[in-house]
């Protein structure tokens, strides 16, 4: 269904394992950035009220996670810490279309939207399958449910108001940039990194 390129090194976990504070904080943060994402995306195209409709539930969403992650982390005796970058969406970023219409504007932070959740939603399937720790290993299946839903939210609006350009062609370039920069990802107790 998501149409990934390259799928993560299952020893991604291992990594993740060696410093659960690290993932749990960088998730919190990832969380944070998606809901204002959603926000970001309402207010450059609020003239689409079902788009409005359906990102104002999603960046609600998105928040309610940005809790639970830091319930977590609170539960643990971690503290959220700064702000982190995110390197993967930084690089991802570069790929959207600066000189184009608004129109194009907006399907391709749709489409880059979708990408992250996508990503994501693999991420999350993956340490729901191979972490250790019961606990963890339910809330990311719970979380890949989601962040599986938001990809399809993103990817559906990009191809419904994408008229008159071409959002399959689109789709595949964005996927193939994104097939080439995750090469050299994985190493790290990062959600993306």
């Not at 503290?79 to 993967?88: M, N």
């Not at 939210?153 to 994104?178: H, M, S």
Request: charged residues 30%; proline residues 2%.
């Amino acid at each position: 269904m998501l149409h990934l390129k390259l799928e993560t090194d299952p020893r991604w976990v291992t990594i993740v394992e060696s410093n659960i504070e690290e993932i749990l904080v960088d998730h919190a943060w990832c969380e944070q950035k998606a809901a204002t994402n959603a926000i970001t995306i309402i207010t450059h195209n609020s003239e689409y009220e079902d788009l409005v409709t359906s990102l104002l539930e999603l960046a609600k969403e998105e928040l309610d996670h940005f809790q639970m992650v830091h319930e977590i982390i609170k539960q643990r005796g971690y503290t959220l810490g700064p702000k982190r970058k995110d390197h993967y969406v930084n690089q991802l970023f570069k790929f959207m279309n600066r000189g184009g219409n608004r129109l194009q504007s907006m399907v391709d932070r749709l489409l880059f939207s979708a990408m992250i959740e996508a990503r994501s939603c693999e991420r999350f399937k993956l340490l729901s399958q191979r972490i250790s720790d019961p606990e963890l290993s339910k809330f990311y299946y719970d979380l890949m449910v989601s962040e599986a839903g938001h990809y399809v939210t993103f990817i559906t609006f990009a191809r419904k108001y994408g008229n008159g350009i071409d959002v399959e062609k689109r789709w595949k370039e964005l996927v193939a940039f994104e097939g080439e920069i995750i090469k050299s990802y994985g190493k790290s107790e990062t959600i993306h990194g």
